[in-house]
């Protein structure tokens, strides 16, 4: 028994972080959504502790997230960079994708496609509800928004291949 925990526990640490945060986030969500304000516009008044903690793991899975991808790329690109230059060849500017998802576990996969799920929820119930949804909701989305910016970034960037040697050089 202890030996299983002691493989699976990053496994657990994960699942009850996700846990979590879908959790805490989906009360907010239906919070949100069923409130019915007296005064058109106003938004509902939600619990501090609900705020700070959906604010401490929204920020947080932001943060790992984008950092599990960033020293990902950085990973790859230093393997390929090495790579290329025991070939004799520069490969500065190559963006292999299919390299860097191969190289995110499982586990990051599932907190990124979590984040986006529960995120694009957030954004959509913004959206919908306006000046009736609160502050909070309004933050997490602009949030969202920086990050799916930030990674759209990454995945469409274009860089230039540095230039080939001459054949006179």
Do not use: H
Request: glycine share 12%.
């Amino acid at each position: 028994m202890g030996d299983f925990f002691r493989k699976q526990l990053f496994n657990i640490i994960a699942a009850v972080f996700l846990a979590l945060f879908v959790i805490v986030w989906g009360n907010v969500l239906i919070q949100v959504w069923v409130f019915v304000p007296e005064i058109p516009g106003t938004p509902p008044q939600l619990n501090g502790a609900v705020v700070c903690a959906a604010g401490a793991l929204s920020t947080s899975l932001s943060s790992l997230t984008a950092s599990a991808l960033g020293f990902t790329i950085a990973e790859v690109r230093r393997e390929e960079q090495r790579s290329g230059e025991a070939a004799g060849k520069a490969q500065a500017g190559v963006f292999d994708a299919g390299g860097i998802t191969t190289k995110l576990s499982g586990r990051v996969i599932t907190a990124l496609m979590v984040y986006l799920a529960i995120g694009l929820l957030v954004l959509g119930v913004w959206l919908v509800k306006g000046t009736a949804s609160s502050d909070l909701i309004g933050a997490f989305s602009l949030s969202l928004l920086g990050w799916i910016i930030g990674a759209a970034g990454v995945v469409f960037q274009t860089e230039k291949p540095s230039p080939e040697p001459s054949a006179a050089g």
